[in-house]
């Protein structure tokens, strides 16, 4: 624990215009921590080379073991307060959270010197109960599996490869290459993006991989077991275990079966067929209709209106109606990923599924089509579509294919697709003209589903406590995603980060982005965990959880709410951790009942004395209410900074503590709250549930779900379990922010009063 503490007062940004900083030195040096307060200075400027250099001076002087920096938020000058690895750093918040976001309340004036005061106590006291993170340091494998040897797999081979590091690429199939290799072209990958279509270049890429000598190949293999932690990683493959530090996964898709495209015609009218059929008619050498001949009109439909309507559904037993090869779920919900859409089993009753577009069934439609126009010159192509969609630079592409006399682009939903003798009938409405219309084609091409590998099949294979499979890959329609606002690439399970199809579905140009990004994580998870380190979203984050096993009760709570799976367990299912698989949320510590989970610089104890650092009045008729607002620090905690920078203001009532993630808040804060007799406790977190926004996935959920559980040992105290809410902030919400936390305060006031433990 930090024992000797340094404790200076900044003057700047309107600081020390509304405060005496200089009576708050003397607060804080003779106050109630006077015995770990050893120096106690103001300055006009702190963070100034001249502020600078005066604690670095007290520092050498006094032999501080600690700094607490009362100025500006954490998130501002964060580069300016280091001093070195020995010297623990507190930073409270008097610049956005005291001076500029204080609200005058007639009825207590003068409440910004107690904002102040118990801001400074709150800050010595968690860092009077802290410690120095002394990180494991573990011996790290730096090899890099790719899993897939398609387009995305090489790319990210031989990106991982130049950097240095040894690769081993391992493909299920006995040729490199993968879906990529079976196409005719591609749509433009590069400038001027209006040519029609370009090579693709897949057998030069497959001569790299195999010629560079960093590159491990193996073929006709799977992932039979991937166990340990990121950097400690042993792999088994075709029976032989390998030793792996992070790895890529590039597995791709499936397609989708087929009974899903009968509403288009598929399977019953011979001229009609997917988009992979007709990818490898090309690919063979031309365009012939199934009789072979040579189509003198093609049409392209990209509108999905026919597939949103119900179709048959019979429980399969082993395989599902969806994906080719996806076992059947408990509540027999099946979900495929087409070019263009994905399909969802909403239950098992009904076989309603949603579709909604991507810019890849655009592109592949203007792609095929300008198949038509090389290799059936004569012929017309035509595409339906519902949304054209072509971002960004792509926009030349579709520009082309307008100007292009022997290619027709109408918008139109799809009302019905008949045979009419050798010929095909595509029937549309609300068309840009506004008529219905009928086409007729010799030749009709529907979408190909793309179904991400994850969503049929383990894919890793994990030996992981929960499962072999990543979670909740529901909330992205199997596709092996985490967190797609933030943080692509990343998987739930750290040390994997996935790129290509099998995240989303995407065209080569945005694959080889996606590869090499995914490269460059895996590299910074060898390196992270090289020198003990949390590799994302709390880069370089030294802690991890501590257990005190001989208190714990083995109810596997942690084990079962870690959002990552980084804990695993024995027979007694008393917790295993694994330190490198850590993103160090704290959700464990959240959910431990006995609070036997607490990390060296966040803990259980450092935040519930925080807590009890406010000073809180004995009656409302003394100096108004208190209520405490525990606030994520990714989303919630920022939105706070950003309102005060821009004059937003708030309740003078309220103290904030800023939390990794809401799922580190453990019951027992909220209790100590109650006990010290505060009104109200306001959990401000990120946004859960499908739209979910939790840095940590899981965080925000979860803790509303322990809510409840609060709520139920509130009411048996007496407590209004409406004292304690939760609320979802984005960080663009810093202008509703300062309403919320006003509308919950008057709330807390009017509606129940002061806490019935105030007093005690």
């Given at each position: 624990?930090?024992?000797?503490?340094?404790?200076?007062?900044?003057?700047?940004?309107?600081?020390?215009?509304?405060?005496?900083?200089?009576?708050?030195?003397?607060?804080?040096?003779?106050?109630?921590?006077?015995?770990?307060?050893?120096?106690?200075?103001?300055?006009?400027?702190?963070?100034?080379?001249?502020?600078?250099?005066?604690?670095?001076?007290?520092?050498?002087?006094?032999?501080?073991?600690?700094?607490?920096?009362?100025?500006?938020?954490?998130?501002?000058?964060?580069?300016?307060?280091?001093?070195?690895?020995?010297?623990?750093?507190?930073?409270?918040?008097?610049?956005?959270?005291?001076?500029?976001?204080?609200?005058?309340?007639?009825?207590?004036?003068?409440?910004?010197?107690?904002?102040?005061?118990?801001?400074?106590?709150?800050?010595?006291?968690?860092?009077?109960?802290?410690?120095?993170?002394?990180?494991?340091?573990?011996?790290?494998?730096?090899?890099?599996?790719?899993?897939?040897?398609?387009?995305?797999?090489?790319?990210?081979?031989?990106?991982?490869?130049?950097?240095?590091?040894?690769?081993?690429?391992?493909?299920?199939?006995?040729?490199?290459?993968?879906?990529?290799?079976?196409?005719?072209?591609?749509?433009?990958?590069?400038?001027?993006?209006?040519?029609?279509?370009?090579?693709?270049?897949?057998?030069?890429?497959?001569?790299?991989?195999?010629?560079?000598?960093?590159?491990?190949?193996?073929?006709?293999?799977?992932?039979?077991?991937?166990?340990?932690?990121?950097?400690?990683?042993?792999?088994?493959?075709?029976?032989?275990?390998?030793?792996?530090?992070?790895?890529?996964?590039?597995?791709?898709?499936?397609?989708?079966?087929?009974?899903?495209?009968?509403?288009?015609?598929?399977?019953?009218?011979?001229?009609?067929?997917?988009?992979?059929?007709?990818?490898?008619?090309?690919?063979?050498?031309?365009?012939?209709?199934?009789?072979?001949?040579?189509?003198?009109?093609?049409?392209?439909?990209?509108?999905?209106?026919?597939?949103?309507?119900?179709?048959?559904?019979?429980?399969?037993?082993?395989?599902?109606?969806?994906?080719?090869?996806?076992?059947?779920?408990?509540?027999?919900?099946?979900?495929?990923?087409?070019?263009?859409?994905?399909?969802?089993?909403?239950?098992?009753?009904?076989?309603?599924?949603?579709?909604?577009?991507?810019?890849?069934?655009?592109?592949?439609?203007?792609?095929?089509?300008?198949?038509?126009?090389?290799?059936?010159?004569?012929?017309?192509?035509?595409?339906?579509?519902?949304?054209?969609?072509?971002?960004?630079?792509?926009?030349?592409?579709?520009?082309?294919?307008?100007?292009?006399?022997?290619?027709?682009?109408?918008?139109?939903?799809?009302?019905?697709?008949?045979?009419?003798?050798?010929?095909?009938?595509?029937?549309?409405?609300?068309?840009?003209?506004?008529?219905d219309v009928a086409i007729s084609a010799d030749l009709v091409?529907?979408?190909?589903?793309?179904?991400?590998?994850?969503?049929?099949?383990?894919?890793?294979?994990?030996?992981?406590?929960?499962?072999?499979?990543?979670?909740?890959?529901?909330?992205?329609?199997?596709?092996?995603?985490?967190?797609?606002?933030?943080?692509?690439?990343?998987?739930?399970?750290?040390?994997?980060?996935?790129?290509?199809?099998?995240?989303?579905?995407?065209?080569?140009?945005?694959?080889?982005?996606?590869?090499?990004?995914?490269?460059?994580?895996?590299?910074?998870?060898?390196?992270?965990?090289?020198?003990?380190?949390s590799v994302h979203p709390r880069s370089g984050d030294l802690?991890?959880?501590?257990?005190?096993?001989?208190?714990?009760?083995?109810?596997?709570?942690?084990?079962?709410?870690?959002?990552?799976?980084?804990?695993?367990?024995?027979?007694?299912?008393?917790?295993?951790?694994?330190?490198?698989?850590?993103?160090?949320?704290?959700?464990?510590?959240?959910?431990?009942?006995?609070?036997?989970?607490?990390?060296?610089?966040?803990?259980?104890?450092?935040?519930?004395?925080?807590?009890?650092?406010?000073?809180?009045?004995?009656?409302?008729?003394?100096?108004?209410?208190?209520?405490?607002?525990?606030?994520?620090?990714?989303?919630?905690?920022?939105?706070?900074?950003?309102?005060?920078?821009?004059?937003?203001?708030?309740?003078?009532?309220?103290?904030?503590?800023?939390?990794?993630?809401?799922?580190?808040?453990?019951?027992?804060?909220?209790?100590?709250?109650?006990?010290?007799?505060?009104?109200?406790?306001?959990?401000?977190?990120?946004?859960?549930?499908?739209?979910?926004?939790?840095?940590?996935?899981?965080?925000?959920?979860?803790?509303?779900?322990?809510?409840?559980?609060?709520?139920?040992?509130?009411?048996?105290?007496?407590?209004?379990?409406?004292?304690?809410?939760?609320?979802?902030?984005?960080?663009?919400?810093?202008?509703?922010?300062?309403?919320?936390?006003?509308?919950?305060?008057?709330?807390?006031?009017?509606?129940?009063?002061?806490?019935?433990?105030?007093?005690?």
């Open positions: 624990m930090a024992e000797k503490l340094g404790v200076y007062i900044c003057g700047g940004c309107d600081i020390g215009a509304n405060l005496d900083v200089d009576g708050l030195a003397e607060f804080c040096a003779g106050g109630k921590h006077s015995s770990v307060v050893a120096v106690a200075k103001s300055n006009p400027v702190l963070c100034s080379p001249e502020g600078k250099a005066m604690i670095e001076a007290d520092i050498k002087e006094n032999e501080l073991d600690g700094v607490v920096c009362c100025a500006c938020s954490p998130r501002a000058k964060w580069d300016v307060f280091k001093f070195g690895e020995k010297v623990q750093v507190e930073r409270v918040s008097l610049r956005e959270q005291c001076v500029w976001s204080y609200q005058e309340d007639p009825a207590f004036p003068g409440q910004m010197e107690v904002i102040a005061k118990d801001y400074c106590n709150m800050g010595i006291s968690k860092l009077t109960n802290s410690r120095i993170p002394e990180p494991e340091l573990p011996e790290v494998y730096k090899t890099v599996m790719v899993l897939g040897g398609g387009f995305t797999g090489m790319k990210a081979a031989l990106n991982a490869a130049a950097l240095g590091y040894s690769v081993m690429l391992v493909e299920k199939d006995e040729n490199l290459g993968g879906k990529a290799a079976t196409m005719y072209k591609s749509f433009p990958l590069g400038a001027p993006f209006s040519d029609r279509e370009q090579e693709i270049g897949i057998d030069a890429l497959i001569k790299d991989v195999q010629a560079n000598d960093k590159i491990e190949v193996i073929t006709g293999a799977t992932l039979e077991s991937l166990a340990g932690a990121p950097a400690q990683y042993k792999a088994t493959v075709a029976g032989k275990e390998y030793e792996i530090g992070a790895v890529v996964m590039a597995t791709g898709w499936v397609p989708g079966k087929s009974e899903f495209l009968a509403p288009l015609g598929y399977g019953s009218i011979k001229n009609v067929v997917t988009a992979a059929e007709f990818e490898a008619m090309a690919k063979n050498g031309g365009i012939k209709t199934p009789d072979g001949k040579t189509p003198s009109s093609v049409a392209f439909i990209v509108d999905t209106s026919l597939l949103t309507k119900d179709v048959s559904y019979e429980p399969c037993g082993d395989v599902c109606e969806a994906p080719e090869d996806m076992p059947c779920k408990e509540e027999d919900e099946s979900e495929c990923a087409d070019e263009c859409e994905t399909f969802v089993y909403e239950d098992k009753e009904s076989a309603k599924h949603l579709a909604y577009s991507s810019e890849l069934t655009s592109l592949v439609a203007l792609k095929q089509a300008n198949y038509v126009r090389e290799l059936a010159p004569d012929a017309t192509a035509y595409v339906i579509y519902d949304h054209m969609m072509v971002p960004g630079i792509n926009e030349k592409y579709y520009k082309e294919a307008q100007d292009d006399p022997g290619i027709m682009l109408t918008k139109g939903t799809v009302t019905g697709v008949e045979e009419a003798g050798s010929a095909v009938i595509i029937k549309a409405k609300d068309t840009l003209l506004g008529d091409v529907v979408p190909t589903a793309i179904v991400p590998t994850t969503a049929a099949d383990p894919t890793m294979n994990f030996v992981y406590r929960q499962g072999p499979a990543f979670p909740d890959l529901e909330l992205f329609d199997g596709f092996a995603d985490s967190n797609y606002i933030c943080f692509p690439y990343e998987t739930r399970r750290t040390g994997v980060y996935a790129a290509g199809c099998v995240r989303q579905p995407m065209g080569l140009g945005l694959a080889e982005e996606d590869a090499a990004g995914a490269a460059l994580k895996a590299i910074q998870c060898i390196e992270s965990a090289n020198r003990g380190v802690s991890f959880p501590e257990f005190n096993f001989t208190r714990c009760t083995q109810c596997k709570r942690c084990t079962e709410e870690c959002p990552f799976g980084a804990l695993d367990d024995d027979e007694k299912g008393t917790p295993l951790p694994n330190p490198t698989r850590c993103r160090r949320c704290g959700t464990c510590m959240g959910a431990c009942p006995e609070r036997v989970i607490s990390f060296s610089n966040y803990g259980i104890n450092q935040i519930g004395q925080a807590i009890k650092e406010v000073k809180v009045p004995d009656t409302l008729d003394e100096g108004g209410p208190r209520i405490i607002v525990l606030a994520c620090e990714n989303d919630a905690y920022p939105a706070l900074d950003m309102a005060a920078m821009r004059g937003k203001s708030w309740s003078p009532y309220v103290r904030f503590l800023p939390v990794r993630c809401l799922g580190s808040v453990n019951a027992i804060w909220v209790a100590d709250a109650m006990s010290k007799g505060v009104d109200g406790v306001m959990l401000l977190g990120c946004k859960f549930g499908d739209d979910y926004q939790c840095h940590f996935v899981k965080g925000s959920e979860l803790c509303n779900r322990r809510k409840e559980n609060i709520a139920e040992s509130l009411s048996r105290l007496g407590v209004e379990p409406e004292r304690v809410e939760q609320y979802e902030v984005s960080i663009d919400m810093y202008d509703q922010v300062p309403a919320m936390v006003d509308e919950f305060v008057e709330n807390i006031t009017t509606n129940f009063g002061p806490n019935p433990f105030k007093g005690y």
